[in-house]
């Protein structure tokens, strides 16, 4: 996390984060994982740059909306089963790319509920637009 941080083209950047948002979704290659909705753990970080993301007026279009982020979760696990997380971090990264000032995008997944002997298993990717 700390090498993205450094990554030049996020210099003059602002990071908008969402931690440990707990969703119920239909995920999962086993046949008991698409019997029932299983509890996913995202954490998204969208990086904007100042220019595009500092209110002179303090009015909330100035901003990129935390709202974005939660809707944009919701949409994409409303659209049926899911079987891999790296299928659906790629799927939110993506979309979080789609909005005009977000320059780059981390989102993690995790599945807190797989193992007894482990706190999640999860993914992680980090995506920057090209020019």
Do not use: W
Request: glycine share 2%.
């Amino acid at each position: 996390m700390h090498a993205i941080l450094s990554h030049p083209a996020l210099v003059d950047c602002r990071r908008l984060f969402l931690r440990d948002y707990e969703i119920y979704i239909n995920i999962g290659v086993h046949d008991f994982e698409k019997k029932a909705e299983q509890r996913v753990i995202l954490n998204v970080d969208l990086y904007i740059p100042l220019a595009m993301n500092t209110p002179t007026q303090d009015q909330l279009d100035e901003v990129v909306d935390y709202d974005f982020m939660r809707e944009t979760i919701k949409a994409r696990a409303s659209q049926g089963h899911i079987h891999l997380q790296e299928t659906f971090c790629d799927d939110i990264v993506t979309a979080m790319l789609l909005h005009p000032k977000v320059l780059a995008a981390r989102v993690s997944t995790a599945k807190p509920d797989v193992y007894p002997d482990c706190h999640s298993v999860g993914v992680e990717v980090f995506r920057i637009k090209t020019s």
